[in-house]
């Protein structure tokens, strides 16, 4: 059975990434891409827990830091790790199921992970920082996909993984 947990989050980080670096900006049409990857990982965080979060967002994290060669390295997974770990920190204080929260939150964390990016790129990049007009346009288009991705990446996940309260219901049957 954790063999095909295991193998069900990696189907889903894979297919998130997929979309993320080849679906996605053809549907989204402008410099703004939605995060796909940092949705899915907020909402296993507040599904699934901390520690699933966590490793969903290195994991996930350094394979699109490889995949993309405009930000340094493990900028991308320094960001989704931050996020996982503030939120599994937030998960006792949230409403369990709460799907609005969730969304909300996918925003707030969109909108936090693209400030996260432009702080470390202005630190880390050899190249010209974003303008501060770019990067409030980023916050406001990427929040705004996460709040709108985020029910669809919620029904997916609970679709595919088996809640633990659930998966205890089942098995007692």
């Known amino acids: 059975m954790r063999t095909r947990r295991l193998a069900a ?7 998130a990434l997929l979309l993320q670096l080849s679906v996605l900006p053809v549907i989204a049409g402008g410099a703004f891409v939605p995060d796909l990857l940092l949705v899915l990982v907020v909402v296993l965080t507040l599904e699934h827990g901390a520690r699933t979060g966590l490793w969903v967002a290195a994991s996930g994290g350094l394979l699109l830091d ?3 060669v405009t930000v340094p390295l493990g900028s991308n997974m320094l960001v989704l ?12 204080y949230v409403a ?10 996918a925003g707030v964390a969109g909108a936090l992970a693209v400030l996260g990016q432009a702080a470390l790129a202005a630190l880390l990049s050899e190249q010209v920082a974003p303008g501060a007009s770019v990067v409030a346009w980023s916050v406001l288009v990427v929040g705004a996909f996460a709040v709108l991705l985020a029910p669809i990446v919620l029904l997916v996940v609970r679709r595919v993984l088996v809640h633990p309260d659930e998966l205890t219901a089942e098995l007692a049957r």
Do not use: M
């Not at 989050?9 to 297919?15: E, Q």
């Not at 369990?96 to 939150?105: C, G, Q």
């Open 9 to 15: 989050l990696a189907a889903l980080v894979l297919t």
């Open 81 to 92: 790790v931050t996020v996982a770990y503030v939120l599994g920190l937030l998960r006792p």
């Open 66 to 68: 490889l995949a993309s």
């Open 96 to 105: 369990e199921r709460a799907d609005l929260t969730t969304a909300i939150l």
